[in-house]
């Protein structure tokens, strides 16, 4: 089945500069992987997928690429503010039916 | 447009008690999924819910149920607690098929003495 494992458990990084969080993966099978955002005393949330079969997309100040030779993706924010702290989780789809299987999670933290 | 919903908020029982979680589902989504969230660590499947039939499960013990609602909502049953059963419970939203868009709730803590 896959796993997905992020990198660091904690980023700490100064406001506007560029953060970068990654993650590797072990099914070279899957579709597609999505970032979720999880701030404190919530649920995560949806911040970007890619599919497959790119290498590459862009939201707003997001970025995610995708390298499947070596099964690694990451997740680039720009201009980072403090609302972008956070825990930072990849998830990629599971072998059951609806299940996602998410890594453990990068803390960002950012610094005024 | 209403997200998902969940409660309670928060819920203490002991060891051996049994627990009933409530969500209401993302308007317009006919599927549940509910997932546990120890600390620190990322979310875990527990089951999923579509046509008020299970149709996924993790690698949870039996002890762990649910049922789903014509109106899509759905409740997870947790029987015989023990104390590793202490984390929060989410619940995701989504369309059938459609697992890459889940929505979350903002979950329930539970808390077994």
């Known amino acids: 089945g896959e796993s997905v494992g992020l990198h660091l458990p904690t980023l700490s990084v100064q406001e506007g500069d560029n953060s970068i969080i990654n993650c590797a993966y072990s099914n070279s099978a899957s579709d597609y992987f999505i970032w979720y955002k999880q701030e404190s005393g919530k649920g995560p949330q949806f911040i970007i997928d890619i599919r497959s079969n790119m290498d590459k997309r862009q939201g707003q100040r997001v970025t995610v690429l995708l390298n499947k030779t070596v099964k690694h993706l990451s997740l680039q924010i720009a201009a980072t503010q403090p609302g972008d702290s956070a825990v930072y989780f990849c998830a990629a789809p599971g072998g059951s039916q609806g299940n996602l299987i998410f890594g453990k999670g990068t803390k960002l933290s950012v610094k005024p | 447009e209403t997200g998902v919903t969940q409660s309670p908020t928060h819920l203490i029982k002991t060891r051996g008690q049994q627990v009933t979680l409530r969500c209401s589902s993302q308007?317009?989504?006919?599927?549940v999924s509910w997932y546990q969230q120890a600390l620190g660590q990322g979310p875990q499947f527990i089951f999923q819910y579509y046509r008020e039939e299970e149709n996924g499960r993790g690698n949870f013990p039996p002890r762990f149920s649910g049922l789903q609602f014509p109106n899509y909502s759905s409740e997870l049953n947790v029987n015989a607690l023990e104390l590793d059963d202490s984390a929060l419970y989410l619940c995701a939203s989504s369309l059938a098929g459609v697992v890459a868009e889940q929505f979350f709730g903002p979950g329930t803590r539970l808390t077994v003495l």
């Open positions: 308007s317009g989504h006919n599927t």
